[in-house]
């Protein structure tokens, strides 16, 4: 008997490791694979995700038209609180982890990959890079502004110069001097300096996105298991939702031009579709375990996170929770706060699917 169970033990020890390694594999699975089941979801996941992502991002645009969705009114700050939320969430729980899993995939060799933290580096990379251009952007695009907007010089009569958005008047009739900061303004009371701004931060904010969304498509659309697809198609088609009502908050604000908008629009909408086209003309040749595919989608995918969680931080949520118009008001400060937790929420929620 104890010999019996001398031997159980031993072969135990010897089979466990196996085990667990076994359960590491580089490996694809054959046994859930249905090529026709599967392309009827990805047809249905294309169609349903570019509705989705097309209503998302044109409900904020649209609703413009409505008086109390205004961008200055309160209920906008509340609605770009859950935005943010929603792709702050993105970035630390759907790209951001996909990253990590693709970094650290044990199909990688050990040296380098596993020698270093590349997804946060690239991530840290990535957000300090989306600062970086954030501030030449703003600053070249302000330049470019103030130059345009320089008045002509008239005779002796009257001199102007503008400088650093402060304007200087010499008048020689009443030998006075003028000076003051003279900031144009649109019709909803936005300067120029604040208006480049949002401009520049709906386009970063839209490279962010689209990065993600393909690599998503391409995901979807090269798998061949339909009990990995279907889960993903509601799930996808909420998230891209979700994210195009916080990008369609900002082009709002950039107050772009109707062809800007429906460019912009457009192009969020039909990133992911696109993608999971992709993904369906090279399911052949795509290996999603191969150490190229993990370490593009990985750097890819660290790079997004990055600039997703810089954009919602600074660019979103503290301009609007700094911004004294919420400062100074205590009812719209608690709405925004649990508007950015039930943003932040369901989009972690829908993780479990996706």
């Known amino acids: 008997m104890d010999e019996r169970l001398r031997f159980l033990f031993v072969v135990c020890i010897i089979m466990f490791p196996s085990v667990v390694l076994g359960e590491c594999t580089c490996d694809e699975d054959d046994g859930d694979r249905d090529k026709k089941k599967a392309l009827r979801y990805k047809i249905a996941a ?12 044109l409900i904020p645009i649209l609703g413009k038209t409505i008086p109390s969705l205004r961008p200055e ?22 790209v951001l982890p996909d990253a990590f899993e693709s970094l650290t995939s044990p199909c990688l060799n050990e040296h380098p990959w596993g020698d270093f933290p590349f997804t946060g580096f690239v991530a840290m990379v990535s957000a300090i890079g989306t600062l970086m251009v954030d501030a030449f952007a703003t600053s070249y695009y302000s330049r470019s502004h103030f130059k345009k ?3 002509a010089v008239c005779g002796d009569e009257e001199k102007a110069g503008e400088h650093e958005g402060h304007v200087h008047v010499h008048t020689h009739a009443t030998h006075g001097h003028s ?11 936005l ?17 962010g996105i689209v990065v993600h969304s393909v690599i998503i498509g391409i995901s979807l659309g090269a798998s061949e298991s339909p009990k990995t697809i ?33 460019i912009m629009a457009l192009f969020f909408s039909l990133t992911t579709p696109v993608g999971i086209g992709i993904g369906i003309g090279i399911t052949e040749v795509y290996d999603e375990n191969s150490p190229t595919a993990l370490i593009v989608e990985g750097v890819l995918n660290a790079a997004s996170a990055g600039i997703l969680i810089y954009m919602a931080l600074v660019d979103l949520l503290a301009a609007d929770f700094m911004n004294p118009k919420m400062q100074s008001n205590g009812r719209l400060q608690v709405g925004a706060n649990l ?6 929420g369901l989009m972690s929620l829908i ?4």
């Open 230 to 262: 279907k889960p993903l198609v509601a799930a996808l088609t909420f998230h891209q939702f979700f994210e195009g009502m916080g990008l369609g908050g900002c082009i709002v604000q950039a107050k772009f031009k109707v062809r800007a908008v429906a």
């Open 73 to 94: 009114k309160n209920i906008f700050f509340i609605i770009k609180a859950f935005a943010a939320g929603v792709i702050l969430a993105t970035g630390f729980i759907h």
């Open 351 to 354: 993780a479990k699917w996706a």
């Open 149 to 151: 907007s320089q008045p």
């Open 179 to 189: 000076h003051g900061s003279v900031p144009s303004s649109d019709d909803d009371g």
């Open 339 to 344: 508007s950015l937790l039930i943003g932040a």
């Open 191 to 207: 300067s120029s300096s604040e208006l480049i701004r949002h401009r520049v931060i709906s386009q970063v904010l839209e490279l």
């Open 46 to 57: 294309i169609i349903s995700i570019l509705v989705g992502g097309g209503i998302g991002v």
